[in-house]
Nanobody, 125 residues
Framework: QVQLVESGGGLVQAGDSLRLSCAASGRTFSSYVMGWFRQPPGKEREFVAA????????YHADSVKGRFTISRDNAKNTVYLRMNSLKPEDTAVYYCAADEKPLTLSSDYREYDYWGQGTQVTVSS
């Protein structure tokens, strides 16, 4: 069983920065792809970013490219999402997810096998 626990969300103003963390436990993650997704109020879940575990290959959604950065610390089994220049439209519940049999860095939430409980990010204008 895999457990994912997100932290770091909160209420910020437009233009501020936040760093989300996702701590993984229960299994080894050397072959997992880790992803961040978000669900804005009243909308569908959407892809934010993904990262391979054993090599620093990343993939960011166009909507966050240049503002958000996914990274990982293998020694701590932790994935991060650094969010700069936040906008009100970034307001959402942010979820961490793990794909245990990845074929690629997927943006499709159905490819991910494990999910955290989510952390709320609210950006005021």
């Amino acid at each position: 069983q895999v457990q994912l626990v997100e932290s770091g969300g909160g209420l910020v103003q437009a233009g501020d920065s936040l760093r989300l963390s996702c701590a993984a436990s229960g299994r080894t993650f050397s072959s997992y792809v880790m992803g961040w997704f978000r669900q804005p109020p009243g909308k569908e879940r959407e892809f934010v970013a993904a990262i391979s575990w054993s090599a620093p290959v990343t993939y960011h959604a166009d909507s966050v490219k240049g503002r958000f950065t996914i990274s990982r610390d293998n020694a701590k089994n932790t994935v991060y999402l650094r969010m700069n220049s936040l906008k009100p439209e970034d307001t959402a519940v942010y979820y961490c997810a793990a794909d245990e049999k990845p074929l690629t860095l997927s943006s499709d939430y159905r490819e991910y096998d494990y999910w955290g409980q989510g952390t709320q990010v609210t950006v005021s204008s």
